[in-house]
């Protein structure tokens, strides 16, 4: 009996081959091959917001190739991936392929297995319509905003610019963190540090902890120096000493969001280059003799669940490698916050016995660092408790006899890992479970101290720190915005909008995405509000659990949000930021020049427009050759000369990658995409012409002469298997084509190709 299994990736197909044999036909649907329509609203407002579907442009030959496949078997299986996004990339085949039919049949695996996916063949199901209708509902509030809030900035604003229900709140996390730091508010203290030294090494630092048995601050010098004449003479004694023993449980395994944030800081990663490695551990990697194989579960989870098979093989892991003391009695288990899908588990080697130094060699660097970071952090989830000893030294300072004088307490701390447990693999980033200030010596209550130094330091006060991509996915996790197949989506387009920009990785707002933040804030309170947007992702929970109807939630919001919108399409004047006055005077009609904001930031004009026309670049520190700032942000790829981090520039004659210890090191190369040249191998690199005009060539250039006005993209040919694709836009839209003069392929260009819940343009 021939049966047909649909995935969403080519990837996956062979992988799944290897699994099915012949008895299966395997075929993938690229993603999505329905959407709402590209160029109108595609949802009928007045008619219960009933969508219109249609065929996106460039899937036609895939449909048709699905089509084909279907008519010759017994049986249908549709396995896009796990979550809302692929139960509508499932309902769309199906009704494709006549949606009434006997069979048709839903199968699911979270990860790409030989038993994960025999087991699922084995126990199909129907379509779920609740997860449907969940992911309806957000791709139509998407398109509601972005469709219908977008065009207002045009007008208002600046033509070009969107608007999307997720994003936009993003952007006022980030405004909203700018606006702490402008209206910080600096203050001074002190700190007053004893170097002391007992009988035994090591000497030791014991930090002013009371004054006169009371917390005190030490707001100025002033202060400091009576404490200091204070503390003239005193002989320091050890008081009070007192020892805990604290047991530190290990992290569970990882969710999307905590693989983000933990890829971000140990590895530099961004959340967006985090999903796509994971995306290729988790479709398969060719492993030699054993062919393509899937390396990790499923990488879009909410959920902290084991499987009961994975734990009893990281358990004998454990115990064969680290001994059977750091293996716990009973498999830990964790729990997921309320909202969790528990269908899924959490991020996981699918095997831990491919441990990453044995697959190493078949690994590029970055697969490499990403396996070994998810298999470090599930077997210590698997691992015994670490054991700590904290250690307090309360140091009383003498009085000498005296009375009515101050009484001063320094306090010394310390922490000692007596049993590592989990901490022997895997420690979680700021988080050293020691202290290094904390090697104390042996001491006992009442010893005579030795007074080496007693030294004041100045301190200030600092603002809150900047988001960075793994505090900003922290804080969108924490205040129920999106979700985590979102966030990567999130972090790419609130840059790529111009709305923030990331200086030295921390998210710094722009002068337009301020300006667009506080429109919406006041035009728009209830989409900008954190507790709203967080209470609609509990609602398409509810839709997905059953228990509210996808018309009605959407429906409620749309109502109000479309009075608002025409409100302020009517009321709204043009916005934009206030000049800026100069005492720059105009060459050439003496008329006072003042700082305009324009489509390219700011500039300097005369006031005498549109009499006279002077214009003339804002010199700015950093600033390019055309005026703009030039955006300077770092990346992962590191300087071949110093070693130093490389930062990608934009100057006078485009993009460029340049050694961030400029001015000492004045190392420059050609932005690369790392892609492979079709004809010699080279990396293909970013250049422009004289005029500015942006294209791609072979970096062997001029042995090469390899090159193309378009963009290539890390996504093979599905039709002649050609290695890369490349983005052509027309008027017709965007669309991805291959360069392979004998191969027609094209496909439409969506928002989100599956990196599910699409953000409205």
């Keep these: 009996m021939k049966s047909l299994l649909i995935v969403e990736s080519p990837t996956k197909v062979k992988t799944l081959s290897k699994f099915l044999g012949k008895e299966f036909t395997i075929k993938a649907s690229v993603g999505h091959i329905k959407d709402l329509p590209k160029k109108e609203l595609g949802v009928d407002v007045d008619n219960n917001l009933a969508p219109t579907y249609v065929v996106i442009e460039g899937k036609e030959k895939v449909l048709k190739d699905l089509k084909k496949a ?18 509508a990339i499932a309902w769309h085949i199906a009704a494709e392929l006549d949606g009434s039919s006997d069979k048709l049949f839903r199968v699911e695996f979270n990860e790409i297995t030989e038993k994960a996916v025999t087991d699922a063949i084995k126990n199909p199901r129907k379509i779920d319509m609740n997860l449907v209708d969940a992911q309806q509902a957000r791709r139509i509030l998407d398109r509601l905003v972005g469709y219908k809030l977008s065009p207002l900035l045009w007008r208002k604003v600046r033509r070009g610019l969107s608007a999307g229900r997720v994003q936009s709140v993003a952007v006022r996390l980030v405004v909203d963190r700018e ?21 035994e090494p090591p000497p030791f630092d014991a930090k002013l902890f009371h004054v006169n048995e009371k917390k005190t601050d030490v707001e100025n010098e002033e202060q400091v120096q009576g404490i200091l004449k204070d503390l003239e003479g005193r002989s320091f004694s050890v008081g009070k000493i ?75 892991l454990i115990r064969g490698e680290f001994g059977k003391e750091f293996l716990p009695q009973k498999p830990p288990v964790y729990k997921s916050k309320k909202s969790a899908q528990e269908a899924h588990e959490a991020i996981r080697p699918t095997a831990v016995i491919r441990t990453p130094s044995s697959i190493k060699s078949y690994l590029s660097r970055d697969q490499h660092n990403l396996y070994k970071l998810i298999w470090n ?27 009515d004088t101050n009484k001063y307490m320094f306090r010394a701390s310390g922490t ?25 010596p042996s001491l006992s209550e009442g010893d005579l101290l030795k007074t080496l130094a007693i030294t004041p330091k100045q301190h200030f006060t600092q603002p809150p720190a900047r988001y960075t991509e793994a505090s900003l996915v922290k804080e969108l996790e924490a205040k129920g915005i999106g979700r985590p197949s979102t966030y990567a989506t999130i972090m790419s387009t609130i840059q790529d909008r111009k709305y923030t920009e990331k200086i030295d990785r921390k998210f710094n707002p722009t002068e337009l995405g301020m300006l667009v933040s506080d429109l919406l804030v006041e035009r728009f309170s209830e989409l900008m509000d954190f507790n709203f947007t967080a209470k609609m992702e509990d609602n398409l929970d509810k839709i997905e659990e059953g228990g509210l109807k996808w018309v009605d939630i959407v429906m409620d919001f749309y109502q109000p ?5 025409a409100d302020a399409m009517e009321s709204l004047g043009k916005v934009k930021p206030k000049d800026i006055p100069t005492d720059e005077v105009c060459d050439k009609c003496d008329k006072p020049m003042v700082i305009k904001w324009g489509r390219h930031g ?34 992962d790829e590191k ?17 460029f990658l340049a050694c961030s210890k400029y001015p000492d090191c004045k190392t420059t190369k050609p932005l690369g995409t790392g892609i492979q040249c079709p004809d010699d191998g080279g990396e293909i690199v970013e250049r422009s012409t004289r005029k500015g005009k942006v294209f791609f060539s072979c970096g062997n250039y001029p042995k090469c002469k390899f090159a193309t006005w378009y963009k290539p993209v890390n996504k093979k040919c599905p039709t002649c298997n050609a290695d890369f694709l490349v983005e052509k836009r027309t008027k017709q839209g965007e669309f991805y084509l291959c360069l392979n003069k004998d191969c027609k392929y094209k496909e439409e260009i969506q928002e989100a190709p599956h990196e599910h819940a699409p953000e409205e343009s």
């Design 377 to 403: 952090r599930f077997v210590a989830s698997q691992m015994h408790v670490a054991v700590l000893e904290q250690t307090s030294i309360d140091i009383d300072a003498g009085t000498e006899g005296k009375k």
């Design 70 to 87: 279907a008519k010759s078997v017994e049986q249908i299986f549709l396995g896009p991936d796990p979550d809302r996004e692929g139960e």
């Design 242 to 316: 007192e020892k805990k023993k604290r047991r530190r449980s290990p992290a569970p395994p990882f969710i999307t969001s905590t693989l983000q944030q933990e890829a971000s800081r140990k590895l530099r990663f961004t959340a967006k280059k985090t999903m796509m490695v994971a995306q290729q551990l988790y479709e398969g990697i060719e492993l030699g003799g054993e062919g393509s194989v899937g390396l990790i579960t499923y990488m879009r989870t909410d959920s902290v669940k084991i499987a009961a098979e994975a734990q009893q093989e990281a358990r004998a």
């Design 602 to 635: 700011r500039f300097i004009a005369c006031t005498g427009y549109p009499e006279c026309k002077n214009t003339k670049p804002l010199e700015q520190d950093g600033a390019g050759g055309d005026g703009q700032s030039a955006s300077v942000t770092e990346t």
């Design 561 to 565: 949000f479309d009075k608002d919108l």
């Design 416 to 440: 000692v890992v007596q049993f590592p447990g989990f901490m022997k693999l895997y420690i979680e980033s700021g988080d050293n479970g020691s202290d290094e200030e904390g090697l104390l």
């Design 179 to 199: 606006r702490e730091i402008e209206a910080f508010q600096t203050r001074e203290y002190w700190s007053v540090t004893a170097s002391l030294e007992g009988k």
């Design 639 to 655: 300087c071949e000369k110093c070693s130093a981090p490389m930062v990608l520039k934009a100057g006078k004659f485009g993009r």
